[in-house]
């Protein structure tokens, strides 16, 4: 189906969301059984500082444990809010930050960053006037510490409407940031599947949620073919994407096509996919990308394609460059844990 679709539904009793532009599978949303998932707020105890790693350990709820990097006036025993900001690997500590934020479908309220904010989507002033005066009345009487962005969403969206959401999530805020005191605690879960995809991924041309709905528009084909190394590229060149416990290796072959261009024009087929391949598969840290055999002139057409497909993925990617092999190398934020065993 063309246009922009939502499908919600359940694999082996766990939620599962589904955005689909075109037919083709742009975002996933899973159940994860971690004990905390990014975006939770919990109330914390500040733990032993390690100096070697310029940050501190952090006593969370249920015998878990967080890392806080660079923290400012904290002692040991304090309690602190944190929000966790991506997954750990078993054994390993949450990451955490206290820059938290409060998101609702239509604002975020942002504490110690106080500001009105309408998004920068929104390119009418008429309407960014209107949002901005609706805002400001919403906000009054708040404390000043606290910020607002208005999402892209409210261009569209009922005036009430946004009105209740931002006076909803700013008692939320409030709330919370006056429980400080107290042993570890979870005071902010993270949205499940279903709810993260109403408050995140905006308006569709469609939402399905029938009982047949993921297997209707494709979604259990194309899980499927998630669950494994190889993607399937034009022209029949073809990128194998493989997690070791150190890094992500990525592969990039040309296929059937021997002509002199061939090398560059898989290499950008894989470039463009790579951000949408490594979002929906939930891997992240340091990627080594291997491209396929292309001139050193060419690099140069690599990078700029590598940038502008990192820049519209919304996870956290820096570019490191080229290796002495000839590799390329990138580090991306883990904002989601890896496809659990029960997609395939």
Known sequence: MKGRVIVLGEIEGHEVAALLEDGRLEDLALDDDAAFTPGSILRGTV??????????????????????????GLRPGQSILVQITGVAEEGKAFPLTQRLLFKSRYAIVTPDAPGLNVSRAIRDEDIRKDLTDLATEA???????????????????????IADDIL??????????????????????????HELAWRDWGDADEVDESPEALDHHGVLDQ????????????????????????????????????????????????ARDLPRQLRLRGLGGMVLVDFAPCPKRDRHVLEQVLNKAFRADAGEASMAGWTPLGNFELARRRDRAALPGWVA
């Open 139 to 161: 906000m009054t009487g708040a404390d000043e510490s606290l910020g607002l962005i208005l999402r892209s969403v409210c261009e569209e969206a009922a005036e009430d409407e």
């Open 168 to 193: 909803q999530v700013r008692g939320l805020a409030e709330a919370v940031l006056k429980d400080v005191d107290g042993k570890p605690e979870l005071l902010v879960d993270a949205p499940g599947p």
């Open 47 to 72: 733990g032993r500082p390690v100096k070697g790693l310029g940050g501190v350990f952090v006593d969370l709820p249920e015998g878990q444990s967080g890392f806080l990097r660079a923290p400012k």
């Open 223 to 270: 899980l499927a073919a998630l669950s494994g190394p190889e993607v399937r590229l034009e022209g029949g060149a073809s990128m194998w994407i493989e997690a070791t416990r150190a890094f992500v290796a990525v592969d990039v072959n040309t296929g059937p096509d021997t002509s002199p261009a061939a090398g560059l024009k898989a290499s950008i087929a894989a």
